[in-house]
């Protein structure tokens, strides 16, 4: 288990807080956030895709700006994305155009 590196939250309220303090989702407060894409992978087994989920809709109720905040769920991935020979290059081409287009630099 990772008790042993990250402490037990369960028995020591000095763990709890320390993993509390760097929580994503218990870090979002009422501010400016930059332009974002989130991605999840459905049969990721470390990061349910419902914790990006969550993460994304409480900072879509809490945020103060309109930049663009966009949630994509890999309906065939895990934690490391998805598998096949060329699909790593299609998901880095898919982050780089939202980094074009949140730059200005497409067409549209």
Known sequence: GEWPE???PV???QAFAYILSYSPYDQVVAQDYPPM???AGLNDPR????EP????????DTKTD????????????GHG???????S???????????LWQLGLTDE
């Open 66 to 77: 309109d930049n663009v905040l966009l949630l994509k769920t890999n309906m065939g991935a």
């Open 11 to 13: 028995a020591s309220k």
């Open 81 to 87: 994305g998805k598998s096949g020979r060329f699909t």
């Open 37 to 39: 894409l989130v991605t």
């Open 89 to 99: 290059l299609y998901e880095t081409a898919e982050a780089y155009a939202f980094i």
């Open 47 to 50: 990061v349910t895709y419902w």
């Open 53 to 60: 989920a969550k993460w994304v809709a409480k900072l879509r």
């Open 6 to 8: 990250w402490g037990n």
